[in-house]
């Protein structure tokens, strides 16, 4: 079975552009979480996706949004990057069952320069 | 405000020996509480979790322990191997929002020494 897949690898930008990070959920999984892990930082929530509509966000600005398409995947958008927007970038998937774990895919490194 | 807190940023353990890893919250309507490991260019996996009806709960070499007046749990690591060297994570979920909506602590880097 597949796991989280995150794409791309690695993304290097410069201050005010956008980026877009991509996520698939493991087959079966309908709520998509993401996180930014800043270096020296715990991990913070950022979004949460089920069923195609967003449940909740963190404490981050507007210019964090991000989608789920039918198919589950996600996007999250990174408008107006910032040089603390240099983080890496988690997705998490799961099924909508109680306690159940996340399972999370191995990241995007952002860098803004 | 950081509502689960590891405030030990790294720990070194001989090979062999217990590991202890700490995490203190703050917040009293916690009632589930999960450790996470990652390795370098990896994603967090789940190791083991506890629920606040328990004080304890076991997986092989790893056991967490919960002490709710105190607000604080362990994970314990025996014996300790050189493959346990990660971050590792405590987290709990929110009580306002999903189950998996999960708050992290900052993590503490274990280094197994052989």
Redesign the interface.
């Known amino acids: 079975e597949a796991g ?1 897949t995150q794409s791309p690898t690695h993304l290097i930008k410069t201050r005010g552009q956008q980026a877009t990070l991509r996520c698939s959920p493991i087959s079966g999984h309908t ?1 998509v ?1 993401w ?1 930014q892990q800043a270096l ?6 950022l979004l ?1 996706y ?1 069923e195609g509509e967003e ?2 966000r963190g404490n981050f600005p507007p210019r964090f949004s991000g989608r789920q398409f039918p198919n589950y995947s996600s996007e999250l958008n990174v408008n107006a990057l910032e040089l603390e927007d240099s983080a890496l970038y ?1 997705c ?1 998937s ?1 099924r909508w069952v ?10 995007t490194q952002l860098s803004v320069l | 405000d950081q509502q689960v807190k590891q405030n030990s940023p790294s720990l070194s353990v001989q090979e062999g020996r217990i590991s202890i890893l700490n995490c203190d919250y703050t917040n009293s309507m916690f009632d589930y509480f999960l450790w996470y490991k990652k390795y370098p260019a990896e994603g967090p996996t789940f190791l083991i979790s506890i629920s606040s009806i328990k004080d304890k709960n076991e997986d092989g070499r790893f056991t967490v322990f919960l002490n709710k007046s105190a607000k604080h749990l362990s994970l314990h690591i025996v014996p300790s191997q050189p493959g346990d060297s990660a971050v590792y994570f405590c987290a709990a979920p929110l009580p306002s929002g999903s189950a998996r909506q999960l708050t992290f602590g900052s993590g503490t880097q274990l280094t197994v020494l052989p």
């Open positions: 989280v709520s979480y996180y020296g930082l715990g991990l913070q929530f949460w089920d449940r909740n988690l998490a799961s109680t306690n159940e774990k996340l399972f999370f895919g191995s990241g």
